[in-house]
């Protein structure tokens, strides 16, 4: 079989095997992109979640509740522990707030921080 040099270095007409090994790589490179753009989302999320909370609840020390509830969300991965903190932290504020708001909140912040990202990359 004929290789042709590509400008790049890799040679043109491989073997299947050297195909199947650049798409899994290939691959692999998206997952991580993909991987990371979503922590990078929700992040900015927990950020904003954060703010949005200490606002109702009265709380000043911005940076000092957003360290909290990123330290719930370490307790155990996912949107379950993040939700259940600031719940909870509005509810013994006595703050009248649904959890089905809070969901909702969580969505919407969730849409306005791959927004945000998008604009920013």
Known sequence: MRRIQTTDGHS???????????REEALEKEYIVKLERS????????????RWAAELIGRTDFDVYF???IS?????????????????????????ISAQTVREKMKQLLLEAARSLDEAG
Do not use: P
């Not at 922590?39 to 954060?50: E, T, V």
């Open 12 to 22: 043109a007409g491989g073997s299947m095997m050297g195909i199947i090994d650049e």
């Open 39 to 50: 922590f990078h989302i929700k992040a900015r999320r927990d950020r904003l979640l954060a």
């Open 67 to 69: 360290d909290e509830v």
């Open 72 to 96: 719930a969300e370490l307790l155990e991965s996912g949107d379950e522990n993040v939700f259940r903190k600031i719940l909870s932290d509005l509810q013994y504020a006595d703050v009248a």
